[in-house]
């Protein structure tokens, strides 16, 4: 990605509708409901948002100071939580798909994003395809999770990337690779494995191995739900929107139009060193490795979840804000974050404040608030109340900047405990309980009615350590 202050648009009319400029709505693809009315004329090349790209260490421990209030564990199982929603990729990739008659919330995404992920919040980043198309991740007979029991880390493989050739690479058994190369990650993923397994060794006596998988598999997530709905989304959301007894439905976005638009903003939430207790500190870098062979973090230290989830004094702790740790930009190995959050900024053009249907998500909010998150207060109450900060805010920036640095700007003026802004938590109730809300489960059997239900990771965690 080219090291720059500043990044233009080059495009000066937007087919998808997300520019202030007018558009031709007959460019936009199958889509039946009537374009928005064109926006008044505002200059052609406009700044791209610098936040995430001007990285500096003074401007990171101020935003720390005050909104370091989440015990950092929840970055990963937030992380989590986002792999399990989605993995967008280019619809170009995947022509056997097509979603553009798609009129969910930004339908323009159609055309040009396909989530990878078809069930989302149903541990589809954890179980894959399942025990008869994963061998790798399956034992075919007893259909559990090839772990040793009480294990951290998933069982080392050779493969050969080359048929033809005897060189073999080591890689990890997990099913989604994104969840393979930073620990902290790749534990929490071994954790729910360990649960499966756990959980099924119990009913196999009494049950064949697949009918011990199904129940299992369902009472996995409804675990999940729970802990998303009462151990993750407390963490992040606005007290006064958690108060709120009806959520709106322009604040369920669909997943792969949150995967782009907010939970980008989570990038703000890696620590640029973590202190693990008996092991000490390590730097971010060593979490982000690329490849397959053993990482540093794997083989020489391990993670203390009681003190990462604030069961422990002195934990880490980390939150939402308008900064990213020096780590997580070039040209360090998470280089490729930064880039991805730049290019499908530009790609998923509608997500942009300005656009009709985030106005429209907006205007849904609690009187008290509406007023406050305008593009216009926005700037001027961040630029007042941050005048070192490394970027001076302008209404147009926040208004057709990528929506994750509205809700970043947002967390950092008004979110609380280190969570998101009003804005930023009504988009994450909305979608979140609205992906679950569209889970269909089987009903529930009695043989899974006396099978462990931990109410937070924690507590999941704990259980599987203890075999």
């Known amino acids: 990605m080219p090291q720059t202050d500043e990044l233009h648009l080059e495009e000066t009319v937007c087919r998808f509708g997300c520019s202030p400029d007018a558009f031709d709505p007959t460019l936009m693809v199958e889509r039946a409901a009537p374009p928005p009315p064109a926006q008044g004329p505002h200059p052609n090349a406009r700044q791209m948002p610098q936040i995430l790209l001007r990285t500096d260490p003074v401007w990171r421990r101020a935003c720390l100071a005050q909104t370091a209030h989440i ?22 990739s995947v022509p056997h798909a097509r979603r553009g008659k798609d009129m969910t919330a930004v339908a323009a995404l159609g055309p040009t994003r396909y989530n990878l992920i078809d069930n989302p919040l149903t541990l589809e980043t954890v179980y894959g395809s399942g025990p008869s198309m994963a061998s790798t991740l399956y034992d ?42 930073t620990l902290m990650l790749h534990e929490l993923t071994v954790a729910w494995m360990q649960f499966h397994n756990l959980c099924a060794r119990s009913l196999l006596p009494a049950h064949r191995p697949f009918q011990a998988y199904v129940i299992v598999r369902n009472h996995a997530v409804r675990v999940w739900h729970h802990i998303v709905a009462q151990d993750i989304l407390p963490r ?33 939430m890696p620590l640029a060193a973590y202190h693990l207790g008996r092991s000490g500190s390590h730097n971010l870098r060593v979490l982000l490795k690329s490849g397959f062979d053993h990482s540093e973090a794997e083989t020489d230290w391990a993670v203390d979840w009681p003190l990462l989830f604030g069961e422990k004094p002195g934990g880490p702790k980390t939150g939402l804000s308008a900064s990213v740790a020096p780590e997580l930009r070039a040209p360090v190995s998470a280089a490729a974050v930064i880039a991805l959050d730049d290019r499908s900024a530009a790609e998923a053009l509608p997500l942009r404040p300005g656009n009709p249907v985030i106005e429209s998500a907006l205007a849904k909010l609690p009187a008290a608030w509406r007023d406050r998150l305008t593009p216009d207060r926005l700037a001027q109450d961040f630029n007042a109340r941050f005048p070192a900060a490394p970027i001076d805010l302008t209404a147009e ?51 899974a009615q006396n099978l462990p239900r931990p109410a937070t990771m924690l507590e999941l965690i704990k259980l599987v350590r203890r075999g």
């Not at 090839?146 to 493969?159: D, E, I, K, Q």
């Not at 606005?238 to 903003?265: K, V, Y």
């Open 397 to 447: 920036v926040v208004e057709w900047g990528p929506l994750f640095q509205m809700m970043m700007i947002e967390a950092q003026l008004y979110g609380q405990k280190g969570g998101l802004g009003p804005f930023g938590s009504a988009l994450l109730r909305g979608s979140i309980m609205g992906s679950i809300d569209r889970v269909a489960l089987a009903p529930e059997l009695p043989a």
């Open 236 to 268: 992040f959301v606005h007290p006064d929107i958690a108060a709120l007894t009806q959520i709106p439905q322009e604040w369920r976005l669909d997943e792969t139009t949150l995967l782009h638009g907010l939970f980008r903003a989570f990038h703000a």
């Open 71 to 92: 015990p950092s564990g929840y970055t990963y199982l937030g992380q989590l939580m986002g792999h399990d929603m989605g993995s967008s990729v280019s619809m170009s």
């Open 140 to 181: 075919p007979e007893t259909m559990l999770f090839r772990l040793t029991p009480g294990a951290r880390l998933a069982r080392v493989y050779r493969v050969s990337p080359d048929p033809l050739s005897d060189r073999r690479e080591v890689i990890r058994a997990l099913y989604d690779e994104r969840n393979r190369d």
